[in-house]
């Protein structure tokens, strides 16, 4: 149940160490003294604390290309407060404990005992961050201050923790214990993508699986790029459009404007569109070289013309000087409407696929919602000659009904440690409770191993698993949900 918080004073804080709050790369600040438990304030930045050290020093060299992205936004007449924190306890730690402190945060060890200073310890303050719905400014101070008043007291919800509750609780169980971190290659793989991930939007999607494998990402605050991907709603459009549609455009244009949106679609399914290869007046429209060869033509407008069949074969027979590589490719035929007789009888007699525009879009709407989910060489059984509309619907169902066996698997695995408290679970017991879960589909222990495995993989980051002696022995946990998007 959310709550409204109020809130009067802000926390002082060194920029850098701010944004990695935010960002999830660290839970724990060094305030300098001790904070009560429950206290709760807005989060300010504020560098004074740190400027006799360079940033070189105080922070890892990993994480310098983000601490430098932060101190550029810096503001020298205002700062702006995205955050706000509850206090979930505070630890002290000499200086015995620094290597091991150093390797689970962002400071260096002579970042931590430039911290620790003539002190015998350090106080390390464990922060649940929550984001403000809006950021608000606040006047720069020239004296550094650990705590200051609010220019008027804030209420703000609860409802947007960085976290989620488990995600927190069990990294500050690994900072207490000060337990060494699992994937130290992978913490230094997404530093050296966070500055990559800025311009590069193939940078940032791995950025954010492996910040939300790494448990330093809520996977509900990471959604795809819409509008980058708006394109795919206009493809049957695009394909049912004709002149009369269309004011202003010839059907020569909408065809073109169609085959442009089908060479997107299938480079975006994972096919490598051959460029030489174009259409227009006397061109193939598609031909693509991998994973394997692929000739297709491209009608728009109310239906396929009868001879597109044979159009196809003689363009393809013109146009690509490997003959034997044309009766090897998979031939495709993208067009509006329900094929003719004539139509679906030439092209079975030249083992051509024919589907709608619709058919394609779900495709690249399914792996739009599941990246890497459609199985080319899967897919490749399904494009049957003549009309393959509904074996192609039969190869979704199938991908579909995969991807909600695995989240039911994963709610599984999340549900029994919601329910029990336990850090994680054996496959044994998943495997009890599987069959008491209204379960999908019939499954051997080893065939749940196996999909609990992948779930687990880096790539995927569903699941985080702890290997055992053997795989009866592995254990799993809960890492992110797979939600179920419809792709009708």
Not at 460 to 468: A, C, Q, V
Not at 481 to 488: E, K, N, V, Y
Request: some cysteine.
């Amino acid at each position: 149940m959310s709550e409204t918080v109020l809130l009067d004073t802000v926390l002082c804080l060194p920029d850098v160490d701010i944004e990695a709050l935010i960002k999830g790369r660290i839970i724990a600040v060094m305030p300098g003294r001790f904070i009560n438990l429950g206290r709760q304030f807005a989060l300010c930045p504020n560098d004074i604390s740190i400027n006799s050290q360079p940033h070189e020093q105080y922070y890892h060299s990993s994480f310098l290309s983000f601490a430098q992205i932060a101190l550029a936004k810096l503001d020298s007449e205002k700062n702006l407060i995205k955050a706000w924190a509850k206090c979930e306890g505070c630890n002290m730690f000499t200086l015995e404990s620094f290597d091991a402190l150093s390797k689970l945060s962002i400071w260096t060890k002579q970042g931590l005992q430039h911290k620790l200073g003539q002190r015998p310890h350090i106080f390390l303050v464990y922060l649940r961050v929550y984001l403000l719905p809006k950021p608000i400014e606040i006047s720069t101070h020239s004296q550094y201050s650990l705590f200051l008043p609010l220019p008027a007291s804030l209420s703000v919800p609860d409802t947007a923790p960085i976290l989620s509750d488990r995600i927190f609780a069990q990294r500050k169980h690994q900072l207490e214990n000060l337990q060494p971190p699992l994937h130290p290659e992978l913490e230094e793989l997404q530093c050296a993508l966070a500055s990559l991930a800025i311009t590069n939007p193939t940078a940032k999607l791995l950025d954010e699986d492996i910040r939300v494998f790494l448990g330093w990402s809520n996977s509900k605050q990471i959604k795809q790029p819409s509008t980058n991907l708006a394109w795919i709603n206009d493809i049957a459009f695009l394909g049912n459009r004709s002149k009369e549609q269309d004011e202003g455009k010839s059907n020569y244009q909408a065809g073109t404007d169609f085959e442009k949106i089908v060479r997107k679609s299938l480079e975006y399914l994972g096919f490598t569109v051959d460029e030489f290869h174009r259409g227009g007046a006397g061109g193939i429209d598609i031909f693509c070289s991998q994973p394997y060869p692929l000739v297709g033509e491209c009608k728009a407008g109310k239906k396929i013309p009868n001879d597109t069949a044979v159009q196809l074969l003689n363009l393809g027979t013109l146009r690509l000087q490997n003959q034997e590589l044309l009766k090897q490719a998979i031939k495709l035929i993208i067009g509006p409407g329900e094929p003719t007789t004539q139509l679906k009888e030439a092209a079975k007699v030249h083992s051509m696929a024919i589907i709608n525009p619709e058919t394609l879009e779900k495709l690249v709407q399914l792996e739009s919602n599941y990246r890497n989910s459609v199985d080319l060489f899967k897919l490749k059984t399904y494009l049957k000659a003549g009309s393959s509309d509904q074996e192609v619907e039969k190869y979704l169902d199938q991908v579909y009904k995969e991807i909600s066996l695995r989240s039911h698997l994963i709610q599984l695995v999340k549900k029994h440690q919601v329910n029990t408290g336990d850090e994680n679970v054996e496959v044994a017991t998943l495997y009890g409770a599987y069959g008491y879960s209204s379960p999908p589909q019939a499954l051997s222990r080893e065939e749940m191993h196996e999909i609990l495995i992948e779930l687990s993989s880096p790539l995927t980051g569903y699941l985080g698993r702890i290997k055992g002696t053997d795989w009866k022995s592995d254990r799993f946990y809960f890492l992110r949900d797979l939600p179920i998007t419809s792709i009708s």
